[in-house]
Every structure is written in C-alpha cells, then in structure tokens.
C-alpha cells in the first residue's frame, strides 16, 4: 500500500525528470518570444513580456524542480538517519546480548544467575520498577519479592498475602495496566496507577517465578524491549537449569556418605552463599530417631540398631530425596541428622514438605514391619537471621523444642 514516504520519492524523481526541468526552464521564455514576435510588440511592451516569461520559468523552475529536489534531500536524510538510528539500535542490542551470555556464564550457583538477571533486565529500563517475584511451590502465587533499587537488589521478603499472577497462570508473558480488570493483585495499589509487564522464570519444567517491570501508566515496553526481556528470562533458565543437573551429578557423586549427601561443611557452605544472595529460603533441622517400648527415644546408632537390620537414618534419607524437590539442599550433618535448604520456600510450605516426609518415612516403617520412629524437624526463615550460626542455631533450638515436645512433628522457629 502506498504512504507519505512513497509519495516524497515520487515527487522527487518528478523533480529530476528531464523533461520537466526543461519545460519549467525555457518554457516561459520560449512563449513569451512567440507571444512578441505574433503580436508584433516592440519596446517597453515586448520587454514586459520577455521578464514576465523569465519569471514565470523561475516560479516553475523552483515549484517543479528545486523544491522536490529538496524534498528528496530531505527524505534521504532521515532515511540515512534512520538507518543509522537502527544500526545503532542493533549494535547495542547485540552487544548487550553477548555481555548478558558472559555475565550468566561466570555465574557459579543460583543465586549469583539470579542476581545477574536482575540486573540485566534492570538494564533494559533503568526508569522502570524491576521485581522479581516468586512463586509458591506448586501454586500459582507469588510469595516473595525482591526488588531493584537504585541499581541495588535487595534482599527477598515475604509478601504480606500471595497473591495470583496471571503470567503465572498462563505460563506466558503478560502485560497490563494495574486500573485493568485483569491486573495482577500483587501489583494493584490504590493510591499509585502503573503498567506492568510480567515475564514467567521457567527452569525446565518448574516455573519459578516471574520478572516484573513496572512502569508509568500509558508507558509499557516496547516490542523490542519486551523481546530483550523475555530473552533474558529465557536464558537466565537455561543457565539455572544447567546449574541444577550440574549439582545434581555432583551431589551423588558424593557415595561415602548417608543417602550420598555431602556433609556439614558443604551444608555451612550453601548457607553462606544464600544469605549473601538475598534469595529466600527456609532451613530445617530435622532428627530422627528409633522408639522404644517405654517410650524413650534412643539415637540411631547405625544399621540393625535396633536389632532387626532396619536403618531409620538410611530410611529418612531415602524420603528426603523421595519427597523434597530436586533444588533443594540435603546434607548429612549427623548421627540420624540432616540439614535441609528449601530455596524460595516459606515456613508454611517447607513445614508441609517436611510433614510429607515424615508421614511416608512412618508409612515405610510401618509397611516393612520395622520399629516405629521418632522424626522431629526445626525450620527458620533466611530472613530471621543474618549469619550461618544464627540460622543453625535457630533450627537447632526449634528441633528441640519439637523432640521435647514428643517429636513426630515440625516446629517453625517464632520471635
């Protein structure tokens, strides 16, 4: 279909057209003489004449030649300016790709891919609101957020009430206005109207959250910078994804141990990195011992403690791996103990993970006709503390309180 700019070079090729130039040039002139020589005029008549000509081939030379002429310049100066503008654009989005696929690639553990994402997307829109938020295990909810402020992330927090997400509903991206009757809550504020666009963090299977950039009102994302964002989540899940298949070979590698899980140094490790990394999580003490029949619970001492070849240490570990998701942690940090890291879990959620392991631990028990045991587990929210000993301690105080209590349950450590 034909537009302006078809138009502007038409008109331009007109201009340069050398017939046209010609009439517009000696046109005039030539019937202004026939004009003097038919009416036989002389004198101050035929002069009138001859300038009356002249200036009416310098009207037509300009109206039919030189404007279009100038109009073409014109037109390939902003096409040139154009061209320059989108080479650039395209310079600029491909570099920005490379340093965003050698940053993720210099990542070392999730939180750092993470961080990494956060601030390439932040990137993209440096005027914008760039949120992470993260979804309930197995819910369709956000629960935490973690925010980019003033080109520093901060720590996650539980959001006061999860709320539904509709990229996380849709598995897709989502873009809105926070006045639309499909908005997300977890972005509505009442006294403050924006545009948001919400891209899911998929890694494999698993949808771990959503990017979020909020901007005015009217002032969404471009197509372009949409793409960018949705390539960057893209890659920040295949660079999580890599990460967990990559700790998962090396954690069964790890055979000298119970279930094969590493131990407490690897245990102390993981916390450290996950409190620097402000990324939610929950850990959780948990003991498991045999029962006796005065009901007094004795540590597990090894296999055939109680003297029927049954192993509860070997049995829990067994539903650690069984029931818990494939990114959490599980280490071996004791006779019948283990550490377990729940990442992007709330209490809630890793007290019913944990209620689930302890339910099919008895089941086994009870199935194979072994000895009852005792499971009892402490869990602590990351954001309760702010070093590895106060976290430990913590887990450890709340598994106590859950053995005293008569264990056989799961304790989350309160103020």
């Known amino acids: ?91 600029s989005e491909m570099a920005f790709r490379s340093r965003c696929e050698r940053a993720l690639a210099q990542t070392e553990s999730e939180p750092a891919t993470i961080r990494t994402a956060l601030r390439a997307a932040a990137e993209l829109r440096p005027d914008a609101d760039t949120t992470l938020l993260l979804a309930l295990p197995g819910e369709a909810k956000v629960g935490w957020t973690m925010r980019v402020i003033d080109g520093e992330i901060r720590a996650a927090r539980p959001l006061p009430h999860p709320s539904g997400c509709a990229a996380l509903a849709d598995n897709s991206t989502v873009s809105t206005d926070s006045a639309s009757l499909d908005a997300c809550v977890h972005f509505a504020d009442p006294d403050m109207a924006v545009s948001a666009t919400c891209v899911p963090l998929r890694v494999g299977e698993q949808v771990l959250g959503v990017v979020s950039v909020m901007t005015a009102p009217g002032d969404g994302l471009d197509a372009r910078t949409r793409n960018l964002l949705e390539w960057v989540v893209e890659r920040t899940g295949a660079r999580l994804l890599g990460q967990r298949r990559l700790r998962g070979r090396s954690t069964a590698a790890d055979s000298g141990r119970v279930g094969g899980f590493p131990g407490p140094d690897s245990l102390r490790r993981h916390l450290a990195s996950d409190l620097e990394s402000l990324m939610p999580f929950c850990l959780a003490m948990v003991d498991v011992r045999e029962g006796t029949r005065d009901g007094v619970r004795a540590d597990v001492d090894g296999p055939g403690s109680a003297g029927n070849g049954h192993d509860p240490e070997v049995g829990l570990a067994d539903q650690l791996r069984l029931t818990l998701r494939p990114e959490d942690v599980v280490c071996h940090v004791g006779r019948g103990r283990f550490g377990v890291i729940l990442a992007n879990c709330a209490a809630p959620q890793a007290s019913a993970a944990l209620d689930r392991t302890r339910e099919a631990l008895v089941l086994a028990a009870v199935a194979e006709g072994e000895a009852p045991v005792t499971f009892s587990a402490g869990i602590v929210e990351s954001h309760r503390a702010e070093t590895v000993d106060d976290l430990l301690q913590q887990a450890r105080a709340a598994t106590s309180i859950a053995q005293h209590d008569g264990g056989n349950r799961v304790m989350i450590a309160s103020d």
Request: aromatic letters at 2%.
């Open 1 to 91: 279909m034909p537009n302006a700019s078809d138009g502007v070079v038409n008109r331009a090729v007109d201009g340069a057209d050398p017939l046209r130039v010609a009439g517009a040039v000696a046109g005039p002139p030539v019937l202004a003489e026939a004009l003097v020589a038919l009416a036989d005029l002389t004198g101050g008549a035929a002069s009138a004449v001859r300038i009356a000509g002249w200036a009416m081939a310098v009207v037509l030379t300009f109206a039919l030649v030189v404007r279009p002429l100038l109009a073409h310049l014109a037109a390939a100066r902003l096409e040139a300016d154009d061209l320059s503008a989108e080479l650039g654009r395209i310079r």
